[in-house]
């Protein structure tokens, strides 16, 4: 089925882009024709070749997206496939770039006459054919990224799109985003630079084109504002927890900061200069405020579109950020945070090197170099790398962060630089002063002197810099949970055993047993918890009334909170806000049928201490979801307790739900009562989804839980019962960070 889904995607891939070419060129040819153009007469080879392509490329598209559209009207996981939704996203991001790409030369060559002096402008015929060859390009573009687009949305309509397709669909949308986002900031910036110049009348910019960056600014924010608003309406819900949504956010935000804090950061060198006298600051001469319109611009434009880009991103993880969303977020700031050390770092090795030389110079009775240039120089790089590496360093944060990898990443990034430098320095420093004592006539006014001072001060950074860093590591790991006590670990059916279970005396022939685990006070309370929890637990089960589920989930999430056997972590339960779960929908309320199991063991991987755990199918519940006839094993525990259980997992696992899968019920654990309604005297019984709950183990990796068998896996999407969990973060790290 997937060669057949490789084959068939892969060929009208191929053809697709054959007609495309073929139509775009036969046009563009046929235009020369109705302007009268005199390349028309020499245009046959052309016509023949994009003939061509026409009429053997449209026939093979044709049919095998005629066979594609039967495989998927027939079966919905063809329809719902990934192959099928990576070939209508790569055709939509594709034609979509390239359209962009026509549309804006369209639009610069029909402004040219408008905003541009060329002095040797092309001739009005030449610009007409150019014109109408890109806008043609641009409409055939158009039509097919629309086409593709339209199919890929019917499929989500009738099918749904989960897992990978969901994935395929964001690397279209959020790439498009990215790509419009920069293309219309930066053709902005240009543009504001330009008018800026102009109306000062100055020449600084006058053999630059006005026209190429409005219409990359038009075409920019057609693409960008496109997908911003179906991103906004249609799949925000879904986007706002994936981990490429945030890469996109993080690499519009590094994008931003740069250009914006590049823009203040030579507006205020310039503005150092010229206080301290410098002449022709950056090879700008006198003409200064013109000189500024690019810096000023890419400030003006980049630093509202930071504020806004950091705005979404802490929107997003106001509402809980997923782990890989959290991973990324930390990349970013940590990355931040060593590059603006670097620079500011630099700025301040530059500010001690120059008032060093100052220094030493009167007296060693040398004439020091010009300072005004330099010290402008290490100024600007110190304040602007200081206010960036404050803005996102912390010198102590929570626990999960000061132990995350992209912060010892950052950690043993600044002790190697620092160290490196210092090495460097100091083998520097100790050169200059050997290189002086071993010459045959040493003099104390000798120019190569002054290096010093330079490499001591450059030397000084780099230990400030290594030390504080030292200290911040030794502080983390000081602030690192105790490993666990190495040792050979004991038997799975050791420790499952209660220490407060009675044990029968052994024969002389049995084995000694193990010592008696010691019996503690903690140790009873946990047992008394436990049976309390249990019983709670099964309370819930038993309410009744006229919004049950209501009340359920209320009380559910208030024992979660606070009951101390509750899974939920315990440094966690004081932010905790309450689980999240699905609109209750009767739809999920349905009648099945349980058939008798066929009686074989089955064993689940736990991951844990209880190793593998053996259960017995011992029925089958067959039911209808949404039209499809469904099927779950009934599981049975073999050994005491027993019970039936049933784990399972939906097209929603992974993306909306845990991707282990959820329980439906467990007997043994007293979480049947609402959930499972037998019919005395039948096999038919009633079971309602809207009770599903995550196992333990998604709250908190202390636990280890059987998970859903791959014969209890659901084609379809069970949006019912609790959501995915998402670890609450505490209130100061509410938005998502400094970012």
């Known amino acids: 089925m997937i060669l057949r889904r490789l084959y068939i995607y892969l060929v009208s891939a191929a053809s697709l882009v054959v007609v495309a070419f073929g139509i775009a060129g036969l046009g563009s040819t046929f235009i020369l024709f109705f302007l009268n153009d005199p390349e028309w007469q020499f245009s ?69 006459p408008w905003l541009d002096n060329l002095p040797n402008p092309p001739p009005p015929s030449e610009g007409t054919r150019q014109i109408l060859q890109s806008t043609w390009n641009a409409l055939v573009l158009l039509a097919i990224w629309l086409l593709h687009y339209r199919m890929a949305a019917r499929d989500r309509s009738a099918v749904g799109e989960q897992g990978a397709s969901a994935t395929l669909r964001r690397w279209y949308m959020y790439v498009a985003l990215f790509i419009g986002f920069v293309l219309m900031l930066y053709s902005g910036a240009t543009v504001l630079k330009l008018l800026w110049a102009n109306g000062l009348n100055s020449k600084l910019y006058q053999y630059d084109s006005l026209s190429a960056p409005v219409g990359s600014l038009v075409t920019g924010f057609i693409l960008w504002s496109f997908h911003a608003r179906v991103v906004a309406t249609r799949h925000i819900e879904d986007d706002r927890k994936s981990t490429l949504r945030a890469v996109e956010g993080f690499l519009a935000v590094a994008l931003s900061i740069t250009l914006a804090l590049y823009g203040g950061s030579q507006i205020l060198y310039y503005s150092l200069a010229r206080l301290l006298g410098v002449d022709n600051p950056g090879g700008l001469g006198n003409d200064i405020l013109a000189g500024l319109a690019d810096p000023a611009s890419k400030l003006i434009v980049f630093a509202p579109a930071w504020l806004l880009v950091r705005t ?10 997923a782990k890989r969303q959290a991973g990324i977020r930390r990349l970013y700031v940590n990355l931040a945070s060593l590059v603006s050390l670097a620079a500011m770092a630099s700025g301040a090795g530059q500010v001690l090197w120059t008032l060093a030389e100052q220094a030493e110079a009167p007296m060693i009775g040398v004439s020091p170099f010009d300072w005004k240039n330099p010290l402008s120089i290490g100024i600007t790089l110190f304040a602007v790398g200081g206010a960036v590496w404050l803005a996102h360093w912390r010198q102590a944060p929570p626990a999960e962060e000061r132990q995350s990898a992209s912060r010892r990443l950052y950690l043993w990034g600044a002790l190697l630089g620092s160290v490196m430098a210092g090495l460097a320095f100091a083998v520097a420093l100790v050169y200059s ?22 490499y001591l001060a450059a030397l000084f950074v780099a230990l400030v810099v290594g030390l504080y860093h030292w200290q911040v590591m030794r502080a983390d790991a000081r602030a690192r949970p105790p490993a666990p006590p190495l040792g050979p670990a004991e038997p799975a059916a050791e420790t499952a055993t209660p220490p407060w279970a009675a044990t029968a005396e052994l024969s002389e022939g049995e084995p000694t047993p193990a010592p008696a685990a010691e019996i503690t006070a903690a140790t009873l309370q946990d047992a008394i918890d436990l049976a309390d929890w249990r019983r709670r637990v099964g309370d819930l089960y038993r309410l009744k009334g006229d919004d049950v589920i209501a009340e359920f989930r209320r009380k559910r999430d208030d024992l979660f909170k606070t009951h101390p056997q509750s899974p939920i972590e315990a440094d966690e339960r004081s932010h905790f806000a309450g689980l999240t779960y699905f609109a209750p929908d009767p739809a999920f309320r349905v009648k099945a049928r349980m058939e008798p199991g066929d009686g074989n063991e089955l064993e689940i991987e736990t991951g844990g201490e209880d190793g593998k755990i053996k259960y017995r199918r011992v029925g089958k519940l067959v039911f209808k979801l949404d039209g499809e006839e469904c099927s779950l094993t009934v599981l049975s525990l073999v050994q005491y307790a027993g ?71 659901l084609k379809v999407a069970v949006r019912a019962g609790e959501r995915m969990y998402e670890h609450p973060a505490e209130p100061e790290q509410g938005s998502g960070g400094p970012v």
Request: include cysteine; charged fraction near 15%; glycine fraction near 8%.
């Open 44 to 112: 046959r080879t052309s016509i023949a070749g994009y003939g061509a392509a026409i009429i053997v490329g449209l026939p093979v598209w044709a049919i095998h997206m005629w066979i594609a559209r039967r495989y998927a009207l027939r079966d919905p996981a063809e329809r719902a496939s990934a192959i099928r939704h990576l070939y209508f996203y790569w055709a939509c991001l594709v034609f979509a770039i390239f359209f962009v790409v026509n549309l804006n030369n369209a639009l610069a060559l029909a402004l040219r």
């Open 312 to 321: 979404r991103l802490a929107r997003d993880a106001s509402t809980g950020e």
């Open 433 to 454: 002063v050997l290189q002086q004592l071993l010459q045959q006539n040493p003099r104390l006014n000798d120019l190569s002197n002054l290096d010093f001072g330079h």
């Open 643 to 713: 019970g039936l259980f049933v784990p399972f997992k939906d097209a929603t696992a992974g993306q909306e739900t845990y991707g282990g899968g959820r329980y439906l019920f467990d007997t043994a654990k007293d979480t049947d009562g609402l959930v499972l309604e037998p019919t005395p005297g039948s096999t038919e019984v009633t079971v309602d989804f809207n009770y599903a709950y995550n196992p333990s183990c998604v709250y908190g990796e202390r636990w280890a839980c059987p998970l859903a068998p791959p014969e209890n896996t």
